[in-house]
């Protein structure tokens, strides 16, 4: 099993520009998430997913939009990038619904905005 | 609501030392508890959990935890550091299906 899987590494981006986070999962995990990461403030939650078709709002969802169409997959779109979103951001899965199991991360992406 | 508070944003330690790194939780509802750990540029990896029964987790990397319940607290402990215990440890809840993090705790093992 690869895991969960982000793609790209490191990204540079422009303001105004849009982009699209790959993460992608080989488990069959129902739950999976995406976060960023910010010197001295942790994780945060931007946005879920408890299934194939059902999404749902982190703790940061604003400038961010997310779908998941299967199973493997939960892209993370940037709608107009701001140097504001610069940050590193890690995609994370679960088994099951419910919080009794760990999350699994991936290598995350570094994203800076200019 | 929920929050995670490390309060420790950095520990160094020296080799060979025992070392706590304290995390402490608000919650009006029961909880699942995790620790998880960063080396440098990777994502995180699970250390230890605890859903239920002894309080007393152990992990991997010889590392384990206590939660006390009345205190709040879930604090991670190892009774000898390694130079390869250097990295970011971070605290974390669970409550229906989202994950609460603590902002986390820079270890640094000096030799």
């Known amino acids: 099993n690869a895991g969960v899987t982000q793609t790209p590494k490191f990204q540079v981006l422009k303001t105004g520009q849009s982009m699209t986070l790959q993460c992608a999962q080989d488990?069959?995990?129902?739950?999976m998430s995406w976060y960023r990461q910010d010197p001295g403030m942790g994780l945060r939650l931007i946005h879920y997913?408890?299934?194939?078709?059902?999404?749902d709002q982190g703790e940061v969802p604003n400038g961010y939009n997310v779908s998941r169409s299967t199973t493997e997959d939960f892209p993370l779109r940037l709608l107009s990038a701001a140097p504001s979103q610069t940050s590193v951001y890690f995609c994370?899965?679960?088994?099951?619904?419910?919080?009794?199991?760990?999350?699994?991360f991936g290598p995350g992406t570094r994203l800076t905005v200019l | 609501a929920q929050s995670v508070t490390q309060l420790d944003s950095q520990v160094p330690v020296f080799e060979e030392a025992p070392v706590e790194l304290r995390c402490n939780y608000s919650?009006?509802?029961?909880?699942?508890l995790f620790w998880y750990v960063q080396y440098p540029n990777q994502g995180l990896q699970l250390l230890l959990k605890y859903l239920s029964g002894s309080t007393l987790v152990k992990g991997i990397n010889g590392f384990e935890a206590e939660f006390n319940k009345s205190q709040t607290s879930f604090h991670l402990r190892k009774p000898s550091v390694h130079i390869s215990d250097t990295a970011e440890y971070f605290c974390a809840v669970s409550v229906d299906y989202k994950y609460i993090f603590g902002t986390g705790t820079r270890l640094k093992v000096l030799a």
């Open positions: 919650s009006s509802v029961s909880v699942y």
């Open positions: 997913s408890v299934g194939a078709g059902i999404t």
């Open positions: 994370a899965s679960s088994p099951v619904l419910g919080g009794l199991n760990e999350q699994f």
């Open positions: 488990m069959n995990h129902e739950y």
